[in-house]
């Protein structure tokens, strides 16, 4: 299984994308919006990159992102950014564990 | 504002707690060590660039928790009604309990709104007056070596984007000049430096990595090319060897040479 496909496969996730910092558009799984969220959450992976590189707070690893009714998580991969949209009736925590542990069998 | 960014810097594991407006200037900070005004206020332009894209997909977003491999950084948005949309932000190391920052900053976030909202702060919103709209991109302040007060992000030259390779980003403007730094990279590293090295003298570390580069960069902005040369200067400040050691591999991996 794919790193796309294992966070696909994570329960309250989506939709899965894979892209990388530079906002280019390397694959999705049930989204026909991929590469536009690849190269949106390209640009913001890299923001938040600068960001950290500023602060001394070394590479980024994760993002997640909050909004009122839906949920976003950005993973850093050393070639790729993979963006798991997660459902609207999922809440984030469990599925950010969850990652963190697919993450953790990948390295 | 002050005593609530003071609340939420006491809080264990919190190294600074900064308000920015849509803009990304900085409106009100508090922050430990090496996490100083004039570094949050270089970081309100990439803050403000990731916020207004990460709103194209995400238009409601009401936080973010970006996991960096040695902290934290929390964000949350406060919409007000006198300084627009602004952005509360946390940097922590590891030793935070991300459960109580959750609730904390939430907390926070309503009373700033509140205090913005009733026009107690006004004077905190920076001298521009009215803080822009989001999607303005302000640019990083730069200054020619000698020119302390570049990072005056309260005050942005319309129209202007200084090239940061060629002028030299301010790193610093305390002591008798402004420590320059040749690009971002260089400007990272010196933050590391200081970070690193204040968990061995201190608060003081700040001040040791400015000294630090007049004396190995005096007429140039600081370079990775001089990285080897501040680390061994700086590393004369710790007393007892193994912390040296710990020191120096340390500032390797942060990209040094």
Redesign the interface.
């Known amino acids: 299984m794919t790193e796309l496909e294992s966070v696909a496969s994570i329960e309250g996730v989506s939709a899965a994308v894979l892209g990388d910092l530079e906002g280019t558009f390397l694959g999705a799984l049930r989204t026909n919006d991929g590469e536009t969220i690849a190269a949106e959450m390209g640009f913001v992976g890299s923001s938040f990159l600068q960001i950290g590189e500023l602060l001394g707070l070394g590479p980024l690893a994760t993002l997640a992102i909050s909004c009122r009714a839906k949920a976003c998580l950005l993973v850093v991969r050393p070639q790729s950014l993979i963006t798991a949209v997660i459902a609207p009736s999922q809440s984030l925590g469990p599925v950010e564990r969850a990652v963190h542990n697919a993450i953790q069998e990948w390295t | 504002m002050e005593t609530i960014l003071q609340g939420l810097l006491d809080m264990a594991g919190v190294n600074a707690a900064v308000l920015f407006d849509g803009a990304g200037r900085l409106l009100a900070h508090r922050g430990k060590s090496?996490?100083d005004r004039a570094?949050c206020e270089?970081?309100g332009g990439?803050?403000a660039?990731?916020i207004d894209?990460?709103q194209?997909?995400?238009?409601?977003?009401?936080?973010?928790?970006?996991?960096?491999?040695?902290?934290?950084?929390l964000l949350r948005r406060v919409d007000t009604t006198t300084a627009g949309p602004c952005v509360l932000a946390l940097?922590a190391d590891s030793t935070l309990n991300p459960a109580f920052a959750t609730v904390a900053i939430r907390v926070s976030s309503n009373k700033l709104k509140r205090t913005l909202d009733g026009g107690g702060a006004s004077s905190s919103v920076g001298s521009s007056g009215q803080a822009s709209a989001l999607g303005s991109l302000p640019s990083y302040s730069a200054s020619a070596p000698g020119q302390p007060g570049g990072s005056q992000v309260g005050h942005p030259a319309a129209g202007s984007r200084p090239q940061l390779a060629s002028s030299g980003l301010s790193w610093s403007r305390t002591g008798s000049g402004a420590v320059m730094a040749a690009d971002?990279?260089a400007?990272?590293y010196l933050?590391?430096c200081?970070?690193e090295l204040a968990r061995h003298v201190g608060p003081m570390s700040k001040i040791f990595v400015e000294e630090g580069v007049r004396r190995v960069c005096p007429d140039l902005p600081f370079s990775l090319a001089a990285s080897r040369a501040l680390a061994d200067e700086l590393a004369t400040k710790i007393d007892d060897e193994g912390d040296r050691q710990a020191f120096l591999a340390a500032l390797k991996k942060?990209g040094g040479k």
């Open positions: 090496v996490y570094l270089q970081v990439p803050m660039r990731a894209s990460l194209l997909q995400h238009e409601d977003w009401e936080s973010a928790t970006a996991q960096f491999a040695d902290g934290t950084l940097v971002q990279a400007a990272a933050t590391a200081a970070r942060s």
